[in-house]
């Protein structure tokens, strides 16, 4: 189980952190990652982090958004700043298992490749 935290209503220039906590299994040896989907597209992948702590972004949120873990409190976060409208999204936190290629791991932000999903947390950044 999946559990986000932390969306909120922001001015643009802000600034949130959301957390995901799992329960049942741990994150240390999984794909982690934070999607988001807003009225009327697709979930996309926001930015994921592989279990030695790699992590991918996509473009929009390079420099803006952070993404962490605490493996020994099973948490994920998401440190949001210099929040734009077009930031303004329900954010869901979402597991999957590990990518194996020649004895590496990686994650994707693609979301065919993760299995668990949280009930998500709105964000919304207002101009």
């Known amino acids: 189980q999946l559990v986000e935290s932390g969306g909120g209503s922001v001015q643009a220039g802000g600034s949130l952190r959301l957390s995901c906590v799992a329960s049942g299994y741990t994150i240390r040896n999984s794909c982690m990652g934070w999607f988001r989907q807003a009225p009327g597209k697709e979930r996309e992948g926001v930015v994921v982090i592989d279990s030695d702590g790699s992590t991918t972004y996509t473009g929009s949120v390079k420099g803006r958004f952070t993404i962490s873990k605490d493996n020994a409190k099973n948490t994920l976060y998401l440190q949001m700043n210099s929040l734009k409208p077009e930031d303004t999204a329900m954010y869901y936190c979402?597991?999957?298992?590990?990518?194996?290629?020649?004895?590496?791991?990686?994650?994707?932000?693609?979301?065919?490749?993760?299995?668990?999903w949280g009930q998500g947390t709105q964000v919304t950044v207002s101009s």
């Open positions: 979402a597991s999957g298992p590990l990518i194996w290629a020649d004895s590496s791991s990686y994650c994707l932000r693609d979301r065919s490749f993760y299995n668990y």
